[in-house]
C-alpha cells in the first residue's frame, strides 16, 4: 500500500485513465469496503462468489429512475440485464435462440468488409498531419453497424441509432459529472427509441413474405413458440442496441491503447495475427471495458468475515478482480500469450454477458485491421486520450492516432 485509503470510496476519486492504482491500495488493504451508501468489493473471489450465488439479484433499475421519465422507465424495465429470476430466465432463453453461435459466425465475413471499409475511411480523413479520432471514426461506429446489421436496421439509419444510444447512457448513474438534463435526454431516446422499434415489429408482422433472416426476425420467429410480449420485445431491441456498441467501443479503443503501451505486444501481433482471439481475452482482463456493476443481497451473507445484511447494495469492482495477483501472476502487465479466460469482464453466472461471442469476435477483426491495414498506426504525438466521465462503461471518448509512419 502505497498511503492511507481514502474513505469512503468515491468514483470521483479515481483517476479515470488508470484507475488501477487505487483499486490495488483497497484490494489489499480494504478488499470488502463499506463506502457508507454500499459495499464494495475488489478481489477476484469475492467478486466470483456474488455473480454466481442464488443470495444476490441485479435489482429492478427503473425503481430508481425519477417518476419523470416514464418512457425511461418502462424500456428499462425489460432489459434483461436488471431481472431476476424466473422473468430473466424467460427473456434470455428467447435472445439464446435467437443469439446463436451459427448467426455469429455467418455474421464473421459482414465484421470484416465493415471493418475494412472502416479502416479505409479513417486513412483517406486523415488530416493533413496524419492523425484521426480513433474512437469516432472506427472504435464507436464499428459496433453500431454491426449490431444493426444483425437487427436488420437500415444503413441509412445507423447515425441515428448511435446518436439514441449515446443519449440513453446519460442516465448511468456512474457518470462522474452528470449534464443537468442527463434524464431528460435519456427518456427522449427511450422514446424514440420504442417507437422506432414497434413500428418496425408491426411492419415485419404485416409483410407476407415473413419475418426476415436478421435478429429481430429470429426473435419474432422465437416468440409464436415463448410469447413475452411486445413489450418484452421492444425492451430486448432496444437493449441489444445499446449494450451491444458501448462496451466493444471500449473494448477496441482500451485495447489499440494498451498495445500501445506495450509495443513488444503490438509487434508479438503484427508477427503472429493468430494470437489475436487469445489476445482479446487479455485485453478484456488488462482494461475491462465495464468497471463495475452492482448486485443486491437477496439475504444476509458474510464475505471475509464482514456481514452483508439483506438488502444492501454491493458494487462488484471488475477492473480490480481482473487484476487480483491471486488470479493473474504480474497482473499489471500485458502478456497476449496469457490465459486469461477467467477474467470477469463478460460477468459471470446467469447474468453472463449473451453478446460477449459477438463482442469477441469484433474485437478480434476490429484489431486484426486495423494492425493490416494501418502498419504505421501509432498514438498522435502531443494528442492526450480524453475519457468519457464514467466509470462502468469505461473508455476513451477521443483518441487521436497518427495514421502514417
Known amino acids: ?10 468514483t470521483a476519486d479515481v483517476h479515470l485513465p488508470d484507475p488501477y492504482p487505487l483499486y490495488r491500495r483497497y484490494r489489499e488493504a480494504d478488499p470488502v469496503h463499506w463506502a ?4 464494495y468489493l ?8 456474488v455473480l454466481t450465488s442464488r443470495r444476490y439479484g441485479r435489482g429492478a433499475l427503473p425503481a430508481r429512475l425519477p417518476q419523470e421519465c416514464p418512457h425511461l422507465r418502462r424500456t428499462t424495465a425489460n432489459w434483461m440485464v436488471f431481472m431476476d429470476p424466473p422473468e430473466h430466465t ?8 435467437s443469439f446463436t453461435p451459427r448467426i455469429v459466425r455467418e455474421l464473421r465475413p ?13 486513412g483517406a480523413k486523415a488530416t493533413e ?4 479520432d480513433l474512437v469516432g471514426g472506427f472504435a464507436a461506429p464499428l459496433p453500431i453497424l454491426v449490431i444493426s446489421e444483425l437487427l436488420g436496421v437500415p444503413r441509412e439509419d445507423r447515425p441515428w441509432f448511435r446518436a439514441q444510444a449515446v443519449d440513453l447512457q446519460q442516465a448511468t448513474s456512474s457518470r462522474v459529472a452528470r449534464r443537468a438534463d442527463a434524464f431528460a435526454v435519456a427518456d427522449a431516446a427511450a422514446r424514440e427509441l420504442d417507437a422506432y422499434f414497434r413500428a418496425e415489429l408491426a411492419r415485419r408482422r404485416a409483410r407476407k413474405e415473413g419475418f426476415g433472416p436478421d435478429l429481430i426476425g429470429a426473435m419474432l420467429r422465437a416468440e409464436e413458440e415463448l410469447p413475452l410480449g411486445e413489450d418484452a420485445l421492444v425492451g430486448t431491441c432496444i437493449h ?4 451491444g456498441h458501448e462496451t466493444t467501443t471500449n473494448l477496441l479503443a482500451k485495447g489499440l491503447l494498451a498495445l500501445f503501451a506495450h509495443p513488444d505486444q503490438l509487434a508479438v501481433l503484427r508477427e503472429r495475427p493468430e494470437l489475436m482471439p487469445g489476445a482479446v481475452e487479455e485485453l478484456v482482463r488488462y482494461d475491462s471495458p465495464v468497471q463495475m456493476i452492482s448486485r443486491w443481497a437477496r439475504e444476509d451473507d458474510r464475505i471475509d468475515g464482514r456481514a452483508i445484511p439483506r438488502g444492501a447494495k454491493v458494487t462488484l469492482v471488475l477492473g480490480a478482480a481482473n487484476r487480483d495477483p491471486g488470479h493473474f501472476p504480474d497482473p499489471d502487465r500485458l502478456d497476449v500469450h496469457r490465459d486469461a479466460r477467467r477474467h470477469s469482464g463478460f460477468g459471470m453466472g446467469i447474468h453472463y454477458c449473451v453478446g460477449a461471442p459477438l463482442a ?16 504505421g498506426l501509432a498514438p498522435a504525438d502531443g494528442e492526450a486520450v480524453r475519457y468519457a466521465e464514467d466509470l462502468v462503461f469505461h473508455g476513451p471518448e477521443r483518441m487521436m492516432v497518427r495514421i502514417h509512419a
Not at 42 to 49: L, M, N, Q, S
Not at 90 to 97: D, E, P, S, T
Not at 240 to 243: R, S
Open 240 to 243: 441489444l442496441l445499446t449494450a
Open 90 to 97: 424467460r427473456v434470455r432463453a428467447l435472445v439464446a435462440k
Open 1 to 10: 500500500m502505497t498511503g492511507p485509503l481514502p474513505a469512503p470510496f468515491r
Open 360 to 375: 469477441r469476435v469484433e474485437a478480434e477483426i476490429g484489431l486484426s485491421e486495423l494492425l493490416r491495414g494501418l502498419p
Open 129 to 132: 498531419d496524419a492523425t484521426a
Open 36 to 39: 457508507g451508501d454500499g459495499w
Open 110 to 122: 459482414r465484421v470484416r468488409r465493415l471493418a475494412t471499409d472502416l479502416v479505409a475511411e479513417l
Open 42 to 49: 475488489f478481489r477476484h473471489d469475492d467478486v466470483a462468489h
